[in-house]
């Protein structure tokens, strides 16, 4: 039985080298795609984010392979300031290359494959994220995009869409500082949070 399995894989293989070399050269990677997808196949995918980040990424997919660059997501999103676009790319490392947790370094080479402007400081970046809420921990020291980080890059780039947002986050904020009426008040870089938008 296994002989002839084997036997019939390289007859198959044979037919698919075969149709796939009369295609064009630049349409094969998408009918080899579009076939994986049909019979739900997952391919192997290569992503340039670091290695501890692929071994910190949880054993099941969590999102589908969706093929648009780094550099035209960012171009469509249109993020104004450094804390927008590491927001930005944290979104596209979770749902376009499957890395649901991430370091900054992962952060900087993904902005190097959109071919954006170097962050002057990408971990003050990255931070000031955090602090606005866009960012949360996640195990091993990693980040990842919160919800509303979520909402915020799908709202782009509509900026008043965004803006209302960054409003839910604020009011959920303060709502929890209410809350804390024991100890003293604490700010999470609420002077900088108009500057965003």
Request: aromatic fraction near 6%; charge should be neutral; include cysteine.
């Amino acid at each position: 039985m296994a002989e002839e399995d084997h036997a019939l894989s390289a007859e198959v293989l044979q037919q698919v080298i075969a149709a796939l070399s009369k295609a064009e050269p630049s349409s094969r990677s998408k009918i080899l795609q579009t076939a994986a997808t049909f019979f739900e196949i997952r391919p192997a995918v290569v992503s340039s984010a670091s290695s501890l980040s692929q071994q910190s990424k949880p054993s099941g997919e969590f999102s589908e392979d969706r093929s648009i660059s780094p550099k035209d997501f960012i171009h469509d999103k249109v993020p104004q300031t450094d804390i927008e676009r590491v927001t930005c790319l944290a979104y596209y490392l979770t749902h376009y290359r499957a890395t649901p947790h991430f370091k900054t370094l992962d952060i900087s080479k993904l902005n190097t494959d959109a071919a954006q402007v170097k962050f002057s400081n990408a971990a003050w970046s990255v931070e000031n994220a955090a602090k606005k809420g866009l960012l949360v921990p996640a195990p091993q020291g990693h980040k990842q995009i919160s919800s509303f980080g979520e909402k915020f890059v799908l709202a782009l780039p509509n900026r008043d869409a965004a803006k209302e947002v960054l409003a839910n986050i604020r009011k959920k904020r303060r709502t929890k500082k209410a809350d804390n009426s024991d100890g003293p008040e604490i700010s999470t870089a609420e002077s900088t949070e108009d500057s965003l938008i």
